[in-house]
């Protein structure tokens, strides 16, 4: 098993440290032929018109898209989400894959990020960690919430898609990414109740 | 600034890393460098090149020019104050700036003490030559670093030498023994525990960006070959003859730094370059400020 993670701009290490700590592979994703052998693909955050742009400066856009529609399972955290709505509030969209909507900066500039510590399954005082995040403000009738925080939206399950508008991967807990190993990747949903 | 706060602001460097911050003046240039790829902005009201030219006092900018500018664009907007300057960096807080930079480019205000950075909620980027002033402006609570170079010159050849010796630096206190970190904090006049950090994990505990002087897509591949985990670029955009495409280019560049043929077809047909000033040949040294 391979893990493909963008790698146009933004915090991929920080993914690929978390991957490494699992065992799993995983390969830089930067130009179309990189997305040919894997098995799954890591949307990371950063500046998500950085990235958007970057997807179709290099010839990335139409194959990626083009994949998650037929499956390729895909595990975005902020700028990731933004990438993936099917609409953003007041600009145009880019892979549109997700259906759901999400406001750009919601939370305001940096002084309004913020953690928000949360119970869940096995875990207990998860930090979710908001920096600039996105805002969901729509969700289609068939995307699963898997958390929220003060009753809106902040990590949905829909099919192959999983995304987040906080940073999993800042947390030192690497809960969602073995949720995304595997209960999507490897497909073994069972191992896990609804949250 | 409590721990929660300092892991958000280092955080948001996170988010930045391979991507080019750009000096923009206006909210027109601010667009052009979104459009371009900018990661983020820095808000300033003359760009290093013309403050160097127009010498006298570089102070912080007009809030009302950088609000115009936060309203112009959706991604990050920096701005910069005098070392030292602590209620410049208060006016740059209440106007909620993504990020300060206490920078050497304008003139400093006091010529012992930064900024006690601790104080404040928003994040900063400081300025250094070497480790040392790293690990004292992370020390006074800075959650990003750059390399000083010599601003508003696009002569690369400061931030190569500060990006080699703070990397050089760290190298050799990985391979020290215990014994020798309580002389290098010394030595340095930093606290044990950061040395003690850069020790165990190679890096240092922030984001580590390169500026000064880069003009060119091969500047910044060079700079991220180097190690440096993102690239600012002052004077070397908006003074050059096709600011767009020069912009765009860069930040191919920092995203496939190690692809050379890609860089050379980014460095095609970019029009003029800055035309630049020899490092040896200018009056205002403003690497020295601020150590």
């Known amino acids: 098993m391979v893990i493909g993670i963008l790698a146009l701009q933004g915090a991929f290490i920080e993914h690929k440290k978390v991957l490494d ?7 830089k994703i930067r130009q179309p032929k990189d997305l040919d052998n894997i098995d799954g693909i890591i949307l990371p955050g950063g500046e998500s018109t950085v990235q958007g742009l970057l997807l179709k400066k290099f010839h990335l856009f139409e194959p990626l898209k083009e994949k998650i529609k037929n499956g390729l399972p895909v595990f975005a955290t902020c700028a990731g989400i933004i990438l993936l709505a099917s609409e953003i509030e007041g600009e145009s969209s880019y892979l549109a894959t997700l259906p759901i909507s999400v406001k750009r900066n919601a939370y305001g500039r940096q002084l309004g990020s913020f953690i928000a510590k949360k119970n869940f399954q096995d875990q207990h005082n998860f930090p979710l960690i908001f920096i600039r995040a996105p805002y ?21 399950l829909y099919h192959n898609q999983l995304a987040m508008t906080f940073h999993p991967e800042l947390s030192n807990n690497n809960y969602f990414h073995k949720y995304f190993i595997e209960k999507i990747v490897q497909n073994k949903s069972h191992l896990y109740a609804n949250m | 600034m409590n721990n929660t ?12 890393k391979g991507g080019v911050i750009m000096d923009v003046t206006t909210p027109e240039q601010a667009q052009i460098a979104q459009k371009a790829g900018a990661a983020a902005v820095m808000a300033l009201e003359k760009i290093p090149a013309d403050i160097r030219a127009a ?5 912080m900018s007009d809030p009302k020019m950088i609000k115009e500018i936060q309203n112009a664009v959706t991604i990050p907007v920096m701005a910069k104050c005098r070392i030292g300057h602590f209620v410049e960096a208060q006016i740059l807080e209440a106007i909620e700036i993504d990020y300060i930079d206490e920078s050497e480019v304008l003139t400093p205000a006091d010529n012992i003490y930064h900024i006690d950075k601790t104080k404040f909620k928003v994040p900063f980027v400081c300025g250094a030559r070497d480790l040392g002033e790293a690990l004292r402006r992370i020390n006074e609570g800075a959650s990003m670093i750059r390399t000083k170079g010599e601003p508003g010159t696009g002569d690369v050849i400061q931030a190569v030498t500060h990006l080699r010796k703070i990397n050089s630096e760290i190298r050799r206190i990985h391979s020290m023994t215990s014994a020798e970190l309580f002389e290098v904090a010394k030595n340095l006049s930093v606290p044990y525990d950061l040395v003690l950090y850069v020790h165990k994990h190679q890096q240092l505990p922030v984001v580590n960006f390169a500026a000064g002087g880069v003009a060119t897509p091969a500047d910044a591949a060079l700079m991220m070959q180097l190690g440096a985990q993102g690239v600012f670029v002052g004077s070397g955009i908006f003074k050059s003859g096709d600011p767009f495409k020069r912009a765009s280019a860069i930040v191919s560049a920092v995203t496939n730094y190690n692809d050379p043929k890609l ?3 980014l460095s095609e047909d970019l029009g003029e370059a800055m035309v630049g000033i020899n490092s040896e040949e200018i009056e205002i040294i403003m690497e020295k400020r601020g150590r």
């Open chain 1, 21 to 27: 700590s699992l065992n799993v592979d995983s390969i």
């Open chain 2, 263 to 265: 860089i050379a077809r």
């Open chain 2, 5 to 16: 706060r300092y892991e958000l602001n280092k955080g948001l460097a996170q988010m930045l």
């Open chain 1, 136 to 156: 969901i403000t729509k969700i289609h009738d068939d995307v699963n919430v898997l958390l929220d925080n003060n009753d809106s939206p902040v990590a949905v």
């Open chain 2, 55 to 59: 010498k006298g006092v570089a102070r």
